[in-house]
Every structure is written in C-alpha cells, then in structure tokens.
C-alpha cells in the first residue's frame, strides 16, 4: 500500500466513534466529537472541520471549551490535531483558550505483516502477555515512571476497569528476573482493518537491545490473529526509528492541545 493509501484508510476507519472505544460519553457538535473517559479525561477528535473558515474553527474551540468546563468530572481535556488536516487558524484559536501544545508525534501506519519478524532477545529477557491485576499495575508504574510522570494510580484503576471489560485491549510486557523492562499495548479497533499498538515504554538501561521491536512483532502476531491487517501508532522521535525498521511509515503528524482546569476551578 501507497502512503496515500495508508493515510486515507486512517482517515476512513479511524476518525470515528472507532477512536475512542472506551469513551463513557460522547457529544456531537457540528463535526466535532466531544469525548469524556474515565479519571476526568475529555478528547477532541473529528473527520474534518467540515471546511469551516478561522472564524468558524475559532466558534468551534470556543464551544468545545466551554463544554467542557461545564463539565466538572473533566480536569483534562485533549484536542487532537493533524498535521495533514485544512485547519485554518486552529492554533491559534486553541492557544487564544487555553489549550497548550505538547510534543507533535509521527502518525504511523504498516501493514501486520511487515512487522512480524524473529528478534533475537538478550539473556534472561521474556516477553508475555498479562492480565492479572497485580501485573497490570506494575506495567502502568513503570510506564509512568519511563514517562516521567508520577506513579498514578487513578491512571491503574482506568486500565484494570478496562481490561474487565474485555474490549479486546491487550497488554504485554518484556521481563527479566520478575522486572518488567519494557511494556505496551494492543488496541483491535472493531470494525476495521486496524490495530493500534500504544503505549510503549523500555526502561532506559535497556534501550537498544531489540527488546521493544520484539514486543511490537508479538503484538503484530496477536492482532493478525485477530484478522487485523494495518497497525497504526503515534510515535514520538524516539520511537519512529524503531517503528520504521519494524515496516511501519509515516504518513502525517498529530499535535495533542491540551487544556487543565485550573485547581479548585
């Protein structure tokens, strides 16, 4: 498949209600889906801006803004840009309400395939799919702490409320003596060719090492058995070089806004 094939495929099958599917609620307003998760998370995704001029999209923001702060579960709200998208004026109106840019990641696309290969591990590396609660929480402490962020624990209870659900998400991890090394997971989005591999995290002492390429040909397995035949991921700097080596491209970007309420707002 074409770069244009792989694009238009995402912008097709994914910008749907197949995006968010663990979202507790979710609201149109013009070509807008406003969309609430669990742990006070709101998301802003959409096709397209349905052609709207600046002044529009500025309406736009300043609606979806105001939505969400009427909404007081909502602490943290994410509007989810692409680089590839007729935007006119969008950040600007988004910077212009509060919403900051974070870091701009690839949009990564490869066919199931290409990403199934043998990776040789290093000595006393394991790889295993988990679904005890006990294993799920160590793989979301350690993967907040690669993040840099604190261990968060409303962050666990999300994942072990999720994977009760049996949505298909899946988790897997790299281990060496009990030690969790490295972890991501498998999104099947139903309905689609698609499954998005997210999450990935190794600690730093084992970067390089294949361990991550070898996760990501495990979760490739899995999704191929499930008749997936597209991965896609947003990837950091970081990780493209590894993801690209793996058979995935990149066909556009995405830059997340985000908006905090402020404390005792």
């Known amino acids: 498949m074409s770069t244009a094939d792989l694009l238009r495929a995402y912008d097709e099958q994914l910008r749907s209600d197949a995006e968010t ?26 096709r397209d801006l349905g052609g709207a001029d600046a002044a529009g999209i500025a309406r736009l923001v300043a609606q979806a803004r105001a939505f969400f702060e009427s909404a007081p579960s909502v602490t943290e709200v994410e509007w989810k840009t692409r680089g590839h998208d007729d ?3 969008l950040a600007a ?11 701009t990641e690839s949009i990564m696309i490869g066919e199931v395939e290409r990403l199934i290969q043998n990776v040789d591990l290093p000595a006393g590396v394991s790889l295993r799919r988990v679904t005890e609660e006990e294993d799920v929480r160590a793989m979301c402490a350690m993967q907040d702490r690669v993040f840099g962020d604190e261990v968060s624990e409303v962050y666990a209870n999300a994942v072990v409320a999720r994977l009760a659900r049996a949505d298909g998400m ?12 490295s972890a991501g997971r498998l999104e099947p989005v139903a309905g689609t060719e698609f499954a998005g591999i997210w999450g990935g995290a190794t600690l730093e002492e084992w970067r390089g090492r294949g361990i991550y390429r070898a996760l990501t040909a495990a979760r490739a397995r899995s999704a191929l058995v499930m008749g997936k035949t597209l991965i ?16 995935l491209v990149r066909v556009s970007t995405t830059t997340p806004y985000v ?6 707002a």
């Open 87 to 89: 935007a006119p004026g």
């Open 259 to 264: 908006w905090r309420r402020a404390i005792g």
């Open 232 to 247: 896609h991921s947003d990837s950091t700097e970081f990780s493209r070089p590894i993801l690209e080596r793996s058979g």
């Open 21 to 46: 599917p663990s979202a507790v609620a979710v609201t149109r307003m013009g070509p807008l889906r406003l969309v609430e998760f669990a742990a006070g998370r709101g998301f802003v995704t959409y």
């Open 93 to 103: 109106a988004l910077r212009a309400h509060g919403f900051v840019a974070e870091e």
């Open 170 to 181: 899946e988790l897997w991890i790299a281990e060496h003596d009990g030690r969790i090394v």
